[in-house]
């Protein structure tokens, strides 16, 4: 570009001088003649860079050129600067991700604005959860909702697998709680109703991930016996993978019990 710049300049100023000569000029009076209606060639030639836009680049070399030998010269400020810069980007960096993973991201579900979350309200807990035998009296009596399911969320330990004991994320569920974020499993079955009465749920529906981790990706873990806090349960289920808990960011186990360890729902 400064090459074709310097072309041009000189073109006009030729051709100006040569229109001077034609009209009875000397060449150097014409030459002189040309330089004077022209101006200043530097001058012209940084209007010209203007018009271009080239003096932003040109501006930012010069600027980070100055910037690293100020900052060469003194390790102290570079150092300082360089982790106020770290901090800064990082905290940045946090907030975004707290602000998109709460707020900004839909759920990961078929029609996540159909799920809803049911809580009690009151003066003093403006977000109170169920207890379950509420759950099941809007359950029997439910005419607004497609299904309505319930679960809570609690750490199981791992064992018998060969292994020393894995601690796990867990959530005690209701039948139908698939359902209600409308995906199912990939092998096996969700929960039914008898498994939610007392004693019959001793049943539990594993992450891929604890099935690949934990179990080998063994093709024959359905109806495997597997031992969470030193009880025996049957497996009936694997989720597929990537699949998160709406509360949770991690995938977990899931297994039904009795309804008294429900605390929340989801409907």
């Not at 003194?74 to 993973?101: E, K, M, P, R, Y």
């Not at 799920?115 to 169920?130: E, Q």
Request: charged share 25%.
């Amino acid at each position: 570009m400064e090459s074709e710049l310097d072309k041009e300049l000189r073109y006009h100023v030729e051709r100006q001088t040569e229109e001077n000569v034609a009209a009875g000029m000397s060449a150097r009076e014409a030459r002189e003649a040309a330089s004077r209606m022209f101006g200043e060639v530097t001058q012209i030639e940084e209007e010209c860079r203007d018009m271009r836009q080239t003096q932003y680049l040109e501006n930012f070399v010069q600027d980070v050129r100055y910037a690293a030998r100020m900052l060469s010269k003194s390790s102290v400020f570079t150092v300082v600067i360089v982790l106020t810069l770290a901090l800064s980007i990082g905290a940045n960096s946090a907030i975004f991700s707290v602000v998109h993973g709460v707020l900004l991201r839909p759920l990961p579900y078929p029609q996540p604005e159909r799920i809803a979350r049911v809580f009690y309200r009151s003066t003093s807990y403006p977000k109170f959860p169920l207890n379950p035998w509420d759950f099941l009296d809007f359950r029997a009596r439910n005419r607004s909702f497609e299904n309505f399911a319930m679960y809570t969320h609690a750490d199981v330990q791992l064992s018998g697998t060969g292994s020393d004991p894995v601690k796990l994320s867990a959530f005690r569920i209701s039948s139908g709680y698939f359902r209600v974020l409308g995906v199912q499993p990939v092998r096996g079955r969700e929960f039914d109703f008898s498994e939610e009465r007392k004693g019959n749920g001793n049943v539990v529906i594993l992450s891929d991930r604890v099935w690949r981790n934990q179990f080998g990706a063994a093709p024959d873990i359905l109806g495997r016996k597997v031992l969470l806090d030193s009880q025996p349960y049957t497996v009936v289920g694997l989720m597929p993978a990537g699949l998160d808990h709406p509360g949770n960011s991690y995938n977990s186990v899931a297994y039904g019990d009795t309804v008294d360890a429900w605390t929340s729902v989801y409907v």
